[in-house]
């Protein structure tokens, strides 16, 4: 878990200020920013854990906020990932989910993408939780997420699939490509909803309105899809948010309660008997994400950690 909050030493920079006197409980170091093409040869990225951001030169909208550090991966590793951007054909989602967008944005004649880096210490759910900070403060300074994140592509541009066995022993994987017609990933992303200041349990939460709590058995008498918040029962911290088809999901969530050794599963059945709070919504998938990660961030912001089953798989 990162370290809690205080005044910034010299040279760092708050990840965020979000209005309202709220601050990260943690601060980052960003490096200058260097030009991708490079960055991807490794020049001037940490070999350590961190987060990342990539924009055009000297723009003020970032394309896209990453993260990585689990087991050995670095963000030198990480960056070299993304040489398919230069590639003449549009890379795969393997092994970099935005390589296809980047490429995109390339293949318009955006040449000055760069990067800049933030190491950071400590396990995954904490840089995990950092991302969602990061990405929380662009949404709230210029009401937009990064152009990129959350499965966005440049308008006039198909992605290109996964590429792992599975989808290539199916016959399905293929290179995205220019496209005339629309998909779902060229629509706009939603701002932020609301402040993210308020308690976690709060019926307005991030400028929702949010039902009553009820045990999470109550969710499954019919589907519905929106955001919902998980909580033990008569406890006041969260313990998971999440998005999708809620019936769907705690159905998912129970059944890794009860799968022996499940990470995510344990810390769910020591809180039992879980209690839902949920909020519906047309929202297309990748604005979903991104409310989602607003719910995480202000979970961050104002209990100092993300919740407690988060990113536990």
Same mark, same amino acid.
């Given at each position: 878990?990162?370290?809690?909050?205080?005044?910034?030493?010299?040279?760092?920079?708050?990840?965020?200020?979000?209005?309202?006197?709220?601050?990260?409980?943690?601060?980052?170091?960003?490096?200058?920013?260097?030009?991708?093409?490079?960055?991807?040869?490794?020049?001037?990225?940490?070999?350590? &854990?961190?987060? *990342? /951001?990539?924009?055009?030169?000297?723009?003020? !909208?970032?394309?896209?906020? +990453?993260?990585?550090?689990? =087991? #050995?991966?670095?963000?030198?590793?990480?960056?070299?990932?993304?040489?398919?951007?230069?590639?003449?054909?549009?890379?795969?989602?393997?092994?970099?989910?935005?390589?296809?967008?980047?490429?995109?944005?390339?293949?318009?004649?955006?040449?000055?993408?760069?990067?800049?880096?933030?190491?950071?210490?400590?396990?995954?759910?904490?840089?995990?939780?950092?991302?969602?900070?990061?990405?929380?403060?662009?949404?709230?300074?210029?009401?937009?997420?990064?152009?990129?994140?959350?499965?966005?592509? &440049?308008?006039? *541009? /198909?992605?290109?699939?996964?590429?792992?066995? !599975?989808?290539?022993?199916? +016959?399905?994987?293929?290179? =995205? #490509?220019?496209?005339?017609?629309?998909?779902?990933?060229?629509?706009?992303?939603?701002?932020?909803?609301?402040?993210?200041?308020?308690?976690?349990?709060?019926?307005?939460?991030?400028?929702?309105?949010?039902?009553?709590?009820?045990?999470?058995?109550?969710?499954?008498?019919?589907?519905?899809?929106?955001?919902?918040?998980?909580?033990?029962?008569?406890?006041?911290?969260?313990?998971?948010?999440?998005?999708?088809?809620?019936?769907?999901?705690?159905?998912?969530?129970?059944?890794?309660?009860?799968?022996?050794?499940?990470?995510?599963?344990?810390?769910?059945?020591?809180?039992?008997?879980?209690?839902?709070?949920?909020?519906? =919504? #047309?929202?297309?998938?990748?604005?979903?994400?991104?409310?989602?990660?607003?719910?995480?961030?202000?979970?961050?912001?104002?209990?100092?950690?993300?919740?407690?089953?988060?990113?536990?798989?």
């Amino acid at each position: 878990m990162g370290p809690p909050g205080g005044a910034p030493a010299a040279g760092e920079v708050r990840v965020s200020s979000l209005g309202d006197g709220w601050t990260t409980p943690a601060t980052l170091r960003w490096t200058e920013w260097v030009p991708l093409a490079a960055a991807v040869r490794g020049i001037g990225v940490p070999a350590e &854990p961190g987060l *990342y /951001r990539l924009r055009r030169r000297s723009a003020s !909208l970032l394309a896209y906020i +990453g993260q990585t550090g689990s =087991g #050995t991966m670095t963000l030198r590793k990480r960056m070299a990932m993304l040489r398919g951007v230069f590639g003449p054909e549009m890379p795969y989602r393997d092994p970099h989910t935005a390589g296809p967008a980047l490429w995109a944005m390339r293949h318009q004649g955006h040449d000055d993408l760069e990067a800049s880096f933030a190491v950071v210490a400590g396990d995954t759910p904490w840089r995990k939780g950092l991302e969602a900070v990061a990405l929380a403060e662009h949404r709230q300074g210029h009401r937009c997420s990064p152009s990129v994140n959350f499965g966005r592509m &440049p308008k006039g *541009y /198909r992605m290109s699939s996964a590429n792992n066995a !599975l989808i290539v022993a199916a +016959g399905r994987r293929f290179r =995205g #490509t220019v496209i005339d017609d629309d998909n779902p990933s060229h629509l706009a992303g939603v701002p932020p909803a609301g402040p993210l200041d308020r308690s976690v349990t709060a019926e307005d939460w991030c400028g929702h309105w949010w039902t009553s709590w009820r045990l999470a058995t109550a969710a499954l008498e019919e589907p519905r899809a929106g955001l919902y918040r998980l909580r033990g029962h008569g406890r006041q911290g969260l313990v998971y948010v999440g998005e999708g088809v809620i019936v769907d999901r705690v159905r998912a969530h129970v059944a890794k309660m009860r799968a022996p050794g499940h990470a995510q599963g344990r810390v769910l059945a020591l809180v039992a008997p879980l209690e839902i709070s949920w909020v519906e =919504g #047309t929202w297309e998938h990748h604005q979903r994400l991104e409310l989602e990660n607003d719910l995480i961030a202000a979970h961050v912001l104002v209990e100092g950690r993300p919740p407690l089953a988060q990113f536990l798989g």
